[in-house]
């Protein structure tokens, strides 16, 4: 009887999602379905209090938020920072690497 109580509040349990999303997705999304609904400096900020929330609840952020983000300063003219951001990605995500390069290398031109 007592198993049987263990193993429901075992199988009730919901598991930990392994990255904080935050508004990321949402992001993505309205990024791709309306393109320039909204400006590069709210997008950036959005990511960046993302990025800060996790921290602050000791989660990882999800692949590809600092590539988004290191794309927007890109598009703001701030390559120092969108390298940081592509650097951050690959050390966070080695299995990024090829396709972080290859972003670098096609913005830099």
């Known amino acids: 009887m007592v198993a049987c ?3 429901l509040i075992i199988g009730c349990a919901r598991p930990q999602p392994l990255y904080y999303w935050g508004n990321y997705e949402d992001l993505i ?6 393109p320039g609904a909204a400006d590069t400096t709210t997008l950036i900020t959005q990511l960046i209090d993302d990025i800060n929330q996790a921290n602050s609840e000791g989660k ?17 003219n ?21 396709f972080v390069d290859g972003m670098m290398g096609r913005l830099k031109k």
């Open 5 to 7: 109580g263990c193993l």
């Open 29 to 34: 999304y309205q990024t791709y379905k309306e």
């Open 60 to 76: 990882h952020t999800p692949p590809g938020l600092h590539v988004q983000l290191g794309y927007l300063y890109f598009l703001q």
């Open 78 to 98: 701030n390559t120092q920072a969108g390298l940081l951001e592509f650097r951050t990605e690959k050390q966070l995500f080695p299995e990024s690497t090829i």
